[in-house]
T-cell receptor
Framework: DGGITQSPKYLFRKEGQNVTLSCEQN?????MYWYRQDPGQGLRLIYYSQIVNDFQKGDIAEGYSVSREKKESFPLTVTSAQKNPTAFYLC???????????FGPGTRLTVT | GQNIDQPTEMTATEGAIVQINCTYQ??????LFWYQQHAGEAPTFLSYNVLDGLEEKGRFSSFLSRSKGYSYLLLKELQMKDSASYLCAVRDWDNYGQNFVFGPGTRLSVLP
């Protein structure tokens, strides 16, 4: 079954700790994306990657970092520099930048 | 800059037709997407428009007018399961590359 997986579904962390969210896809898609969604709001783009070993900042990249060492994987690290990290994080992929995006189930991160 | 507007909430009756509007302002328009998102879940792709006109897919249709910066999603024969948020998203090219901008979403409630 092809798809995008994100783990874990729920994640709790203490303030000041870095945390890494996993995103894996077996759709053979070149492009991958990370979004953040806050309650009652739309999605905001954090980072995206068109190909392996390359990624670009989105609108709200500050306090986040990514890597793209393999085509299938695009992990997101939420650093302690992110002032308001509690949110719903969604990973997506597409065939290329022109294609529609397929989303993973999301990770709900709570930082206290 | 980029800006996308959608109504915050709409209510309709089962079996009826509803039109959800989206207006946008971008510098380098390169396509408009509609997604459906049920509460607490990931968005799922509904439709894509890059040229002016109507795209029909079963009970769902989407219209685009690039000169007016306007799109709508039309849902026919509404069912209770159509209660969800509907997100309008624009793919935009600027000096820094590509960016995806999502609107705030329209929460649709379908009543019996």
């Amino acid at each position: 079954d092809g798809g995008i997986t994100q783990s874990p579904k729920y994640l709790f962390r203490k303030e000041g700790q870095n945390v890494t969210l996993s995103c894996e896809q077996n759709l053979n898609h070149d492009a991958m994306y990370w979004y953040r969604q806050d309650p009652g709001q739309g999605l905001r783009l954090i980072y995206y990657s068109q190909i392996v070993n390359d990624f670009q900042k989105g609108d709200i990249a500050e306090g986040y970092s990514v890597s793209r060492e393999k085509k299938e994987s695009f992990p997101l690290t939420v650093t302690s520099a992110q002032k308001n990290p509690t949110a719903f994080y969604l990973c997506a992929s597409s065939v290329g930048l022109a294609g529609e995006q397929y989303f993973g189930p999301g990770t709900r991160l709570t930082v206290t | 800059g980029q800006n996308i507007d959608q109504p915050t909430e709409m209510t309709a009756t089962e079996g009826a037709i509803v039109q959800i509007n989206c207006t946008y302002q971008t510098s380098g328009f390169n396509g408009l997407f509609w997604y459906q998102q049920h509460a607490g879940e990931a968005p799922t792709f509904l439709s894509y428009n890059v040229l002016d006109g109507l795209e029909e897919k079963g009970r769902f249709s989407s219209f685009l007018s690039r000169s007016k910066g306007y799109s709508y999603l039309l849902l026919k024969e509404l069912q209770m399961k159509d209660s969800a948020s509907y997100l309008c998203a624009v793919r935009d090219w600027d000096n820094y590359g590509q960016n995806f901008v999502f609107g705030p979403g329209t929460r649709l409630s379908v009543l019996p």
